[in-house]
């Protein structure tokens, strides 16, 4: 079972940056990953997610251009770098692991493992 963590959250002003990164405790081999974040009231949404060799990338239309996501495979760890930050990118950020393949790469049903979370707050 892999196990993962989530971390680099905080508080930051609008127009700024922060990278958040997710450690996995065991294999993530061949498997995509994903960045998705749910806001308070508001269902989790899709943010970005990138195969496993890396060179297959996919984003929210709301942080393209903005956010940028990335892998280690070395050290079982995706980053997502987010600059230009806005208000409205507030949200608790989660990464997974995508488990089912008879859902698209952007619906949350296809990933398992979820982290815990890290919290990003933007202030306007």
């Known amino acids: 079972q892999v196990q993962l963590v989530e971390s680099g959250g905080g508080l930051v002003q609008a127009g700024g940056s922060l990278r958040l990164s997710c450690a996995a405790s065991g294999r993530t081999f061949g498997r995509h990953m994903g960045w998705f974040r749910q806001a308070p009231g508001k269902e989790r949404e899709f943010v970005a997610a990138?195969?496993?060799?890396?060179?297959?990338?996919d984003y929210a239309d709301s942080v393209k251009g903005r956010f940028t996501i990335s892998r280690d495979n070395a050290k079982n760890a995706v980053y997502l770098q987010m600059n230009s930050l806005k208000p409205e990118d507030t949200a608790v950020y989660y990464c997974a692991r995508r488990m089912r393949l008879w859902y698209t790469t952007s619906s949350a049903r296809a990933y398992g493992s979820w982290g815990q979370g890290t919290q990003v707050t933007v202030s306007s």
């Open positions: 990138i195969s496993w060799s890396g060179d297959i990338t």
